[in-house]
């Protein structure tokens, strides 16, 4: 193939070593002029006079957008906190933000283990936020926290609407104690009406709030919940079953909602994949009704002698 000779550059190849550099650099301003001298046809009929070679560079997303050539959708909350993600960061600045992190984690406890431990034998009510008030399981939970009542118990919950404000307004109906454990979330969570002023405490961190559950209650009793209530339940059954913690029971109310769940975990869990002992299969109870659900934590107990009272 052959090439046009290019400055200085004769036909057989590029100048003599020594003069290199000097030529490379004759050849940049060359090319610089005529680019800034000559039109230049795009090949799609349109001609660009006096082109600026950054111009013609091919650009990113990022380039066009600043340019304002591409207008990019407004970024989410959520968007934001994944570009955050990958932001650079000194390991000294990543360092020094976990370690003031711990003062808050800290302090969460501590305001826990001030306000609930004299609080007395509680059972932990757990379920969906979003269960009305006129749902069926809403009026088991709220029979069911009164009759814990009667039956010397405090009732401990989420803090928040639903299944959650179902037991602090049976416990508070009954002058019980009534203990709301709140979680601030951007979206449904936030404080019934039926906690006793003293027994509210807010939380940033689940996983506190959730050692709070598990540390200052003799029993769960678990509605029908999401993903949240799901995470409560099998962190307590993690937790018995791996003997971290002693055993306590653990009652779920609603054999339509938990049956096919714990039929699964029967077949392929246990029977399938041989992934838990049999043994496990014990650790909770399904029941239908508020006085079956009562009944399972008083017979627990009655084993031992011993009978909750504040």
Request: with cysteine; hydrophobic share 40%.
């Amino acid at each position: 193939m052959k090439t046009a000779p290019l400055g200085e550059c004769a036909a057989g190849g590029l100048p003599p070593e020594e003069d290199e550099e000097r030529f490379m650099t004759k050849l940049r301003k060359t090319s610089k002029t005529k680019l800034n001298d000559e039109s230049h046809n795009t090949g799609s009929g349109q001609t660009i006079l006096n082109p600026d070679v950054n111009e013609n560079k091919a650009k990113s997303i990022t380039d066009l957008r600043e340019s304002g050539q591409v207008q990019a959708p407004p970024a989410s909350e959520q968007d934001i906190k994944i570009r955050k993600a990958f932001v650079d960061k000194d390991w000294n600045e990543i360092k020094i933000a976990d370690s003031w992190q711990i003062f808050k984690v800290m302090s969460e406890f501590v305001e826990g283990f001030e306000k609930l431990a004299k609080i007395g034998p509680c059972v932990s009510i757990f379920g969906s936020a979003r269960t009305k008030n006129t749902h069926k399981y809403y009026v088991m939970a709220e029979e069911i926290a009164a009759k814990l009542v009667r039956h010397g118990y405090g009732v401990i919950t989420g803090g928040g609407p639903g299944i959650m404000e179902a037991g602090n307004k049976g416990a508070h109906s009954e002058g019980g104690k009534s203990v709301g454990l709140n979680i601030h979330l951007p979206f449904e969570q936030f404080n019934n009406i039926y906690i006793d002023s003293d027994k509210l405490i807010n939380f940033d961190y689940f996983f506190v709030r959730k050692v709070m559950f598990v540390k200052y209650a003799q029993g769960f009793i678990v509605m029908p919940g999401g993903f949240g209530t799901l995470d409560e339940l099998f962190e307590a059954i993690t937790l018995i079953q791996t003997k971290k913690i002693g055993a306590f029971p653990i009652v779920l109310v609603g054999r339509e909602f938990w049956g096919g769940l714990f039929k699964w975990v029967e077949d392929v869990m246990l029977n399938m994949e041989s992934n838990i002992s049999p043994e496990d299969m014990d650790l909770i109870h399904i029941v239908d009704d508020a006085t079956e659900a009562v009944k399972v934590i008083d017979d627990f107990y009655s084993k031992y002698l011993l009978s909750p009272n504040f």
